[in-house]
């Protein structure tokens, strides 16, 4: 899942910490760092709460997620009461959706992809999508700007031409001590900033360094916002491709 | 002898001629009439269909839910607040439903449908909903049962024409097989045996069933008993699922609707949509549906509301539909302005014949002393004759048309009938029953007449004695 892809790559770059700064680092250098690793991270384990925020509500949905590597990942849907026990499972570039109240396996068709997951402004899309920040994008280091008393690189990636991806450019504010993306802006082919994120909160989890709150802002929608916590987070738990089924779907609690 | 007598005794001189004339005017008024009955019954239905089976006459709505019609911008119910409303006098009750969009699957069928939660006793009032139910059901083995019994007046084209088809009641059903009435009780217990279609209404206290469209029972493939799931976005982004048992299937006369809706329980589209004391809108059923009261209900409903709602009548409701019909009703209008054309041409072609015939005739009556006024008055009233004769005869021989096409409508089967449903219109073509419209159609008659009248007036005035008695 994109959300659990930017945390292990947020997890990848706390292993950055002893990175040796005798070296000037290229801008695609510092994206592979803050990108690269989490392909290392074998598994991963994570309790979190979705908050999606609306000018006239807002609701809370929480969930547990289980991943290996890029290609698998399986969520568990806890709270609220009424959504308890759907389950999402991505394998590969496919979506399934399992729910208990109508005792149906479903794949999501394409129809479905661009809409929110859950509700809220994270795309089905987001989820699936496959494209990799290192070699769709060309990358240009535009200053240091400080973020939240972060002092960060303001990184441009610019969507090479042949790539397939949704975005023409993406601005990225990299941490320059630990390597985590503080702030993004996504920008659309017409040049429109469409989305914003910002993760906040830095906190420990299991000896690693993570921002443990994530805001997603569609910049189209005034007063609409999702904020993703994270509330518990595990590491190399030694899942297996197996785990990853439509029978475990069914199955998990 | 006064004018009226002379003028009468005048037409039935030459037979012929009054005839033909009387004739062109009758034609023009019986096509008119026959053309725009048609054309108005057409609209009628239409609109009927989708009022009666769907919309209703006056809705309330939360206010931005007609712009975006989704649950979000549905409203809570405030059953003191709408019993306020329910107060004014031309109200008779509001009936609060809500509405949203769903997949539904049975089976590997899946298909986008429309979910409305209804209240099932209070709906049955709006759109008679219990009374939608399919009875009858010429499936392909009733149909072949039906013919092996042999019966001289069930006829086995018919059967094949309506084979698949559904049907509410007996009356229509006897239309479409062509069965007299005198018939009716002999053959309607074999169709009974063959031929009935078990179904059942929904009741408030349903959690787990649902009522299903004909057309969108035929897509899905799944008849009474089957499960059907619903699947979408509910309140506030929070997922609806659900599993329901289909507990009868309703034919509406829209196939746009038709082919697209499941009624669930009011309480059971709440629980599914996790939208607890949420309604989208409430039809407010009238004592009068008239136009002009309608509209004027609104506004005062209108004026009682405070809060965020709105109330909006059955052409804001059904704006396409209103466009659409009156795009229509201007071709149509075209089309009756291109015959009475034709017509006014040959009504004066025959004016103009007549005059040229009787210039001798004129010349000698006014030579022996009949005064040109007298004359005028006379020809006026000959024509004024002659035309009303065309108008009501026209009108007469028009009204049988009229009413039996209002009773048995023109019905398109086969290829002509699946285009008009796959323009969403019913393959139904009624006539529309005498109404302003044929006062209408007297009145270009009696115009048309008029210009005549005047012309042959001029001429009278005109002539000169001589160059007439001559000619």
């Known amino acids: 899942m994109n959300i659990l892809k930017k945390i292990i790559a947020f997890v990848a770059a706390g292993s950055c910490m002893n990175f040796s700064y005798g070296q000037e680092l290229s801008a695609t250098d510092i994206v592979r760092k803050a990108d690269e690793k989490f392909t290392g991270e074998k598994s991963g384990f994570s309790v979190m709460s979705m908050t999606i925020i609306r000018p006239a509500w807002q609701r809370t949905v929480e969930f547990k997620s289980w991943s290996l590597e890029d290609d698998y990942a399986l969520t568990l849907i806890t709270a609220p009461a009424r959504e308890k026990g759907q389950s999402f499972l991505k394998q590969k570039n496919e979506m399934w959706s399992w729910n208990p109240s ?30 990799s920040v290192v070699n769709d994008y060309m990358h240009i280091t535009e200053g240091e700007e400080k973020v939240d008393e972060h002092s960060c690189w303001r990184i441009r990636l610019t969507a090479k031409e042949d790539a ?12 320059k001590k630990d390597f985590i993306v503080l702030k993004a802006e996504l920008y659309d ?3 429109y900033l469409v989305r914003s994120e910002k993760a906040s909160d830095l906190k420990t989890f299991e000896g690693r360094l993570l921002p443990s709150v994530i805001e997603l802002i569609p910049v189209e929608n005034e007063g609409h916002k999702t904020v993703l916590k994270i509330i518990e987070m595990k590491f190399n738990i030694g899942l297996t491709v197996n785990f990853f089924s439509q029978q475990n779907m069914k199955n998990i609690r | 002898m006064n004018n009226y007598q002379l003028a009468w005794r005048n037409l039935w001189r030459n037979r012929r001629r009054t005839l033909i004339t009387a004739a062109s005017v009758f034609f023009a008024v019986f096509f008119a009439l026959v053309m725009r009955s048609f054309q108005l019954g057409a609209y009628e239905r239409m609109f009927r269909n989708v009022i009666e089976s769907y919309t209703g006459y006056l809705q309330l709505q939360g206010s931005d839910y007609f712009d975006e019609a989704i649950l979000d911008n549905g409203f809570e119910i405030d059953t003191v607040f709408l019993e306020k409303l329910a107060t004014d006098r031309n109200v008779k009750t509001i009936v609060p439903r809500l509405e949203s969009f769903a997949l539904a699957a049975a089976g590997t069928s899946t298909q986008g449908v429309i979910v409305m939660g209804i209240d099932p006793e209070k709906e049955n009032r709006v759109t008679d ?15 072949e049962a039906l013919k092996n019994e042999k019966i001289p007046s069930l006829s086995g084209d018919l059967l094949d024409i309506f084979i698949n088809e559904s049907y509410t009641g007996t009356g229509r059903l006897m239309i479409d097989l062509d069965i007299d009435e005198k018939d009716t009780s002999a053959i309607l217990p074999v169709i009974r045996r063959h031929a009935s279609f078990r179904n059942e209404y929904l009741s408030a206290a349903d959690t787990s069933s649902l009522l299903l469209g004909s057309g969108l029972s035929d897509f899905l493939n799944a008849g009474v008993g089957d499960t059907i799931v619903l699947m979408g976005q509910g309140y506030h982004g929070s997922t609806a699922a659900g599993k329901y048992m289909i507990k009868g299937i309703v034919r509406l006369p829209a196939p746009d609707i038709d082919n697209r809706i499941v009624y669930l329980p009011f309480s059971t589209a709440q629980a599914l949509y996790g939208a607890p004391d949420m309604a989208t809108s409430a039809v407010i059923l009238l004592h009068s549906n ?3 009261e309608v509209i004027e209900t609104a ?4 004026e009682m509301i405070s809060g965020p709602l709105k109330v909006h009548t059955w052409k804001e409701l059904n704006a396409l539909l209103v466009n ?13 302005a291109i015959l009475y054309l034709v017509i006014a041409f040959g009504v004066f072609g025959t004016v103009l014949m007549m005059m040229a015939e009787r210039r001798k005739e ?9 005064k040109k006024g007298k004359l005028a008055g006379v020809v006026s009233l000959e024509m004024l004759f002659v035309g009303l004769l065309g108008v009501v005869s026209g009108i007469i021989a028009s009204l049988p048309v009229v009413i039996y096409g209002n009773v048995h409508p023109i019905r398109f089967t086969g290829e002509m009938g699946k285009m008009y449903t796959d323009y969403g219109f019913e393959p139904v073509m009624p006539t529309m029953l005498p109404d302003t419209y044929y006062l209408w159609q007297t009145v270009v008659v009696l115009i048309i007449l008029s210009v005549a009248i005047a012309f042959s007036i001029r001429k009278i005035f005109s002539i000169n004695v001589i160059s007439a008695m001559r000619s």
């Open chain 1, 102 to 131: 109508i005792n149906r396996l479903i794949k999501l068709p394409p129809s479905m992809m661009s809409q929110g997951w859950m509700g809220s402004d994270y795309t089905n899309d987001d989820i699936l999508r496959e494209s």
């Open chain 1, 164 to 175: 397939e991806v949704l975005w023409d450019h993406q601005i990225w504010w990299i941490d």
């Open chain 1, 189 to 191: 082919e017409d040049g």
């Open chain 2, 129 to 143: 909903m219990r009374n939608r139910l399919v009875r009858y059901r010429l499936t392909p083995k009733a149909v």
């Open chain 2, 290 to 292: 008239d136009d002009h």
């Open chain 2, 299 to 302: 506004g005062r409903l209108q």
């Open chain 2, 324 to 336: 659409q019909l009156e795009a229509d009703n201007k071709s149509g209008m075209i089309m009756i």
């Open chain 2, 362 to 370: 004129f010349g000698m009556l006014v030579s022996i002393g009949m």
